[in-house]
């Protein structure tokens, strides 16, 4: 399978019909305007019912892969992009979330001191920041406390509670390790919280994986364990109306267990997208599709991605589910292209799923 570059679209192995951005029918992907530079790993929310943000991740420079700042929204009514101000540091796995008209950016993997030899150094920071979208500034919060720190944590939001499940606090060549605590932050009381004993801990550590808030519940979706490979397919949940009872593992399992997935919950139902570590492509990128019904505890399939992605994450505003970038391989898996070799390949890639 090839990658065309089809009217600055780009497609995988087949021809996409491009919708315009006014038309969305259940099941459609539409194409929406490209980020303004390729990226991945970076966070993704929604700003209300009218814009979502990108923030952090790796950007393409020439020939050089670089952590960015970069924090960029996108109109949905305009269907445009615009450049708002950088993050307080470089980042990417960023853990990331809205609560009303601020944007918090709650620790996330930085650059480690070089080490002779390593090519990858990433470890998580205890930085904490909250950006005020109307007045377009950064303010410094409280940082994580010792040893909670990390980055690629599930996040969810509960009245002024947000949660972090899980998450990783090195990621280096040939090595990333998984996070099982679950930590807290007060938005308005602007301190981290611990759980009680029984909610502290998820049943088993997870990274990449995908989740948030369903009604009262904190589900906690796939992911991976210590590797691109390592990868597992079982649901986890939290009620957080009363978490003295503890986390539950559904006995329904993903069709296909992945890392490093992408989705969003719409009403009852968690729509989940991609992932990479595939052994059946040439890419190592999945291009499945499939959905969680919370009420029913059943998966059903949906249509593939037309472009299959990894590294990023989705949010769901007025019955469609955004995409933005992305990873388009299996990041270093070497993949030839026109007998060009690569071991990661960004992109600017967006398109929405229409629920």
Request: charged share 20%; proline share 5%; aromatic share 8%.
């Amino acid at each position: 399978m090839r990658l065309l570059e089809i009217a600055g679209l780009a497609v995988l192995g087949l021809f996409e019909v491009t919708v315009t951005a006014t038309s969305c029918k259940p099941g459609e992907w539409v194409n929406l305007s490209s980020v303004p530079e390729p990226r991945q790993e970076h966070g993704t929310v929604a700003i209300g019912n009218t814009s979502i943000a990108i923030l952090g991740g790796n950007v393409e420079k020439g020939s050089d892969k670089m952590m960015t700042d970069l924090l960029q929204i996108y109109d949905i009514a305009s269907d445009k992009w615009r450049t708002a101000s950088p993050a307080p540091y470089k980042v990417n796995h960023p853990n990331v979330a809205v609560i009303g008209r601020k944007l918090y950016l709650l620790g996330g993997l930085v650059e480690a001191p070089p080490s002779p030899g390593m090519s990858l150094n990433w470890v998580a920071s205890k930085s904490s920041h909250v950006y005020d979208v109307s007045t377009d500034t950064w303010t410094a919060l409280s940082p994580m406390p010792n040893g909670a720190e990390r980055g690629s944590a599930i996040v969810g939001v509960y009245g002024e509670m947000i949660y972090l499940a899980g998450g990783m606090t090195v990621l280096q060549a040939g090595y990333q390790d998984a996070v099982d605590s679950v930590i807290a932050f007060n938005t308005t009381s602007g301190t981290w919280q611990r759980l009680v004993e029984a909610a502290a801990e998820l049943p088993e550590s997870r990274q990449h994986a995908v989740g948030g808030v369903v009604g009262d519940s904190l589900y906690v979706i796939g992911g991976r364990r210590y590797g691109q490979k390592n990868v597992r397919d079982t649901v986890f949940e939290l009620n957080l109306a009363d978490q003295g009872a503890g986390w539950k593992t559904s006995d329904a399992r993903m069709p296909v267990a992945r890392g490093g997935i992408n989705g969003a919950a719409v009403g009852t139902k968690f729509y989940i997208f991609g992932g990479e570590g595939s052994p059946d492509t040439p890419t190592g990128v999945f291009n499945q599709s499939e959905v969680f019904d919370t009420e029913s505890q059943k998966w059903s399939e949906l249509k593939p991605m037309p472009v299959p992605r990894h590294g990023t994450q989705a949010v769901a505003v007025g019955g469609r589910i955004y995409i933005p970038g992305g990873g388009l391989q299996q990041d270093g898996k070497e993949v030839v292209t026109n007998g060009v070799t690569t071991t990661g390949k960004e992109s600017a890639h967006f398109d929405a799923y229409c629920v």
